[in-house]
């Protein structure tokens, strides 16, 4: 059967663990695309993903046939987004919370990260409370906090006010509200006292993002080293042991070939593996050339494609909030009011894979860098593959690359 007959399996229910779900037909399955795939889904997880001349079949299979064009993708990870359809999540309560979720799980981000600006120490430890909840009960993937030990020179979107050199009293207490839900946080490496919160983030399991920085590239490249070499050694985990770059490029000084900057040595450290990278494919925070180039001089295994959504994501232009700050969405295009700097991205993650591969990169690349690599950020060897053993997360996207059908823990979406 294809998917434009009626789905063997009803929309609203798990895949049951009586009756196994096979889908037959093009996979992104590992660094490429299977023409010829076959994914299997027993209850919440997959049981096999790989060529389908190689799947036993059983008698209880129901099989879905894909259309021509049609191929399964591996839900995305997102771990960079402030929020999506009208909620910010550095502000709203815990309803909304899950309302945005859900709604970001059924577009195809069935991981994510809720990223938290810089604020007010105690709306920042109100929301690292409540978010952590939602973290246990799976909701979403753990908490990314942008700041607020940022360079005030290279704020961008964050509130000017709020931002401080590393305190690592404020930094205990906030690590301390996270209950280990708090997975990373953007820090600039040339503030007093950065080395010293290097390593009090990883001696909690906390990765170390650099970003909204103006620090010079020596500065900066001590700095990823010095993460690198903690992270290894602490309780992450051996295949997230390196730090990530916050949203490359936006934040940072630009490249100048006397005063190379951060951005020279985040490129230095994703080349040699020692960093991931994220970056806004979304064709307005970086353009569409750069981002080929950098899948073709980093490598996809170096890049984490991230939205950086904020409230407006999924909506209309109009008036929005991030954190403290108003935004003016025109075009798609998020604008702090007072100031008329970017304030985050409008885009899904399927829009950002899109981009990629309208830009020149494979699908097999840029699906790579929306799911495989941010999941090995998160030590999560469970999302961001289609494999054996793994969360029964994948994504179906049509020929133009729209989205068709949404799958998270074996339920339809």
């Known amino acids: ?184 946080m953007t820090y600039a490496p040339e503030l007093p006292g950065a080395d010293a919160l290097v390593e009090l983030l990883t001696e909690n399991g906390v990765i170390p993002s650099l970003g909204h920085t103006a620090s010079p590239a020596g500065r900066a490249g001590d700095s990823l080293a010095l993460s690198r070499q903690l992270l290894a050694a602490s309780a992450v985990g051996a295949e997230a042991a390196r730090p990530t770059v916050t949203h490359l490029f936006n934040g940072m000084d630009p490249i100048h070939h006397r005063a190379p900057g951060a951005v020279a040595a985040c490129l230095r450290a994703a080349t040699a593996g020692a960093a991931a990278v994220e970056l806004i494919a979304d064709n307005t925070h970086l353009d569409p050339y750069l981002v080929a180039a950098m899948f073709e001089l980093l490598g996809a295994g170096n890049i984490a494609l991230v939205t950086d959504s904020m409230a407006a994501a999924g909506l209309s232009d109009g008036q929005y909030r991030l954190g403290p700050a108003e935004v003016t969405v025109s075009g798609g295009v998020a604008r702090l009011a007072s100031t008329g700097s970017i304030a985050g991205g409008t885009a899904a993650m399927l829009d950002l894979v899109r981009n990629a591969v309208g830009a020149g990169v494979s699908l097999a690349d840029a699906v790579t860098s929306a799911a495989a690599v941010p999941a090995g950020v998160l030590g999560r060897r469970d999302v961001g593959r289609l494999v054996a053993g793994g969360a029964a997360d994948f994504v179906v996207i049509g020929p133009d690359l729209e989205r068709v059908r949404v799958m998270r823990r074996g339920q339809w979406l």
């Open 1 to 184: 059967m294809a998917f434009g007959n009626p789905v063997p399996v009803p929309a609203d229910q798990p895949a049951g663990q009586e009756t196994r779900l096979v889908l037959r037909g093009a996979a992104v399955i590992g660094a490429r695309t299977v023409p010829d795939a076959a994914v299997a889904v027993d209850g919440g997880a997959l049981t096999y993903a790989g060529p389908q001349d190689a799947l036993e079949p059983c008698s209880g299979d129901v099989v879905v046939e894909l259309s021509v064009g049609e191929v399964v993708l591996p839900g995305f990870v997102d771990l960079h987004c402030h929020g999506a359809y009208g909620v910010d999540f550095s502000r709203a309560d815990g309803p909304a919370v899950r309302d945005a979720a859900a709604k970001l799980h059924a577009d195809g981000t069935t991981t994510l990260l809720a990223s938290l600006v810089t604020d007010a120490p105690e709306a920042l430890l109100r929301q690292l409370t409540l978010l952590a909840g939602l973290a246990e009960e799976g909701l979403v993937a753990g908490i990314h906090l942008e700041g607020p030990f940022l360079a005030a020179a290279r704020c961008g979107a964050q509130d000017p006010r709020w931002l401080r050199d590393p305190d690592l009293g404020l930094a205990r207490e906030l690590i301390a509200a996270g209950r280990g839900q708090l997975r990373t």
